[in-house]
């Protein structure tokens, strides 16, 4: 590949590898190349699919939801509080597992991966909207169903006390506007640099690594999630925990905001912008 033929050492590393029997790491051509063919391999899907993949993405993300307020009914009161925030923020990463890992379209991902290709003329902006537009609606019809779900079948379960849902939306909205839409970005960033480390590794294990240890940092800083964050306030709104619809307004004007930007301009421009430059 190129970077080998000018990185001698890379070469010499790589044919090592293959003496050993092992699988060469991936050049980062290669992720970019990947990622792009990923992004036109979704852009260009039916629109019907990719509704009822955004649908099952919201739901399945969602479950991250039940676990932690079911964690945090255990644990709150009982255990020191950063050792249950560690342990609730374990519980965020399970529902990014179930998507990541069962390739359903989540919003968050496509802000970087759907770019890319566009970035790289092989699409329009208009396929990105539409690609954005049915997997953002999907979303969040998943994780609005879910809180509903959850809400009414948690305390009824005796699993999770009702304060737990208000304790973990008033993470989300107790903040103001801008303060929401820089965590978001931040969010967003790490979700697209997710799906760049997911591309780049070799094997399931590594990637259920990477996504936990991704997933697990936005759960326990509270960065402002725009899907997961959907089932997490709606919840307290529905179980009448704290949350109204005004601060999920609120919530998902400036989180959605937020992902994009991250995803877009840290992830998806600035990596595209280093690798394209370099092959030129």
Do not use: C
């Not at 060469?24 to 051509?29: A, G, I, L, V």
């Not at 959907?230 to 609120?250: H, I, N, P, R, Y």
């Not at 998902?252 to 992902?259: K, P, R, S, V, Y």
């Amino acid at each position: 590949m190129a970077d080998d033929l000018q990185d001698p050492s890379a070469r010499r590393e790589r044919n090592k590898e293959q003496e050993k029997g092992e699988e060469p790491q991936k050049s980062y051509e290669t992720i970019l190349e990947q990622e792009i063919a990923a992004g036109l391999t979704e852009l260009e899907r039916p629109a019907g699919s990719l509704l009822l993949s955004g649908l099952s993405a919201g739901l399945d993300v969602s479950l991250s939801l039940l676990l932690m307020a079911v964690m945090h009914t255990l644990t709150a009161d009982t255990l020191p509080k950063p050792v249950s925030e560690i342990l609730v923020a374990l519980m965020y990463a399970a529902g990014f597992l179930f998507v990541v890992l069962g390739r359903s379209e989540l919003f968050t991902e496509h802000t970087t991966l759907a770019v890319l290709p566009v970035l790289d003329g092989r699409a329009s902006a208009g396929q990105l909207g539409r690609l954005w537009s049915l997997v953002y609606v999907s979303n969040l019809v998943g994780a609005a169903l879910f809180a509903g779900f959850v809400s009414f079948l948690g305390p009824r379960l005796g699993v999770v006390e009702p304060k737990a849902f208000g304790a973990i939306a008033s993470n989300l909205t107790e903040h103001p506007g801008w303060v929401i839409l820089l965590s978001g970005v931040l969010a967003g960033w790490l979700m697209g640099l997710l799906s760049w480390l997911v591309a780049a590794s070799r094997d399931t294990i590594g990637q259920i690594f990477i996504i936990t240890l991704v997933t697990t940092a936005i759960g326990l800083a509270h960065l402002h999630h725009s899907i997961v964050g959907t089932a997490e306030v709606l919840a307290s709104v529905f179980s009448v925990q704290g949350a109204t619809m005004a601060d999920f307004g609120k919530f998902l004007l400036w989180a959605t905001l937020g992902n994009i930007l991250g995803g877009f301009f840290f992830v998806a421009l600035i990596k595209f912008g280093h690798i394209r430059s370099g092959s030129n």
